[in-house]
């Protein structure tokens, strides 16, 4: 069953084009390599008031919580430059069923 990490990330308008740049950098360096990572998306929100949302997809949540206590985690975390994130809401989520084309 796959385990999916949903981070809503709020950001401040002024900040915007910094964290676009300087998150999908340090998701393009970080996760490339990570045990049981699916995949990893950066949504950008559409409507006013909502965060962006950070969304990674793990083959089960045994696999989360390596990558928890990794290397790319902390590297992940600690990128330089960044903009300042405003707040977040970090949920967990198993997939209960789902169609793929």
Known sequence: MMFVVINELFVA???????ER??????RDTLQDVDG???ARLLRPA????GYL???EFTEERAYS????????QAAHHWPD????????????EVLTGIEQ
């Open 47 to 50: 409507e006013l008031g909502r």
């Open 82 to 93: 960044h903009a300042p994130i405003d707040g977040n809401r970090l949920t967990t989520y």
């Open 22 to 27: 300087n998150f999908a950098a340090s998701m």
């Open 66 to 73: 390596a990558y928890l206590e990794s290397d790319a985690f």
């Open 54 to 56: 950070s969304i990674l």
């Open 13 to 19: 308008n002024e900040n915007r084009a910094v964290f």
């Open 37 to 39: 990572l699916r995949g």
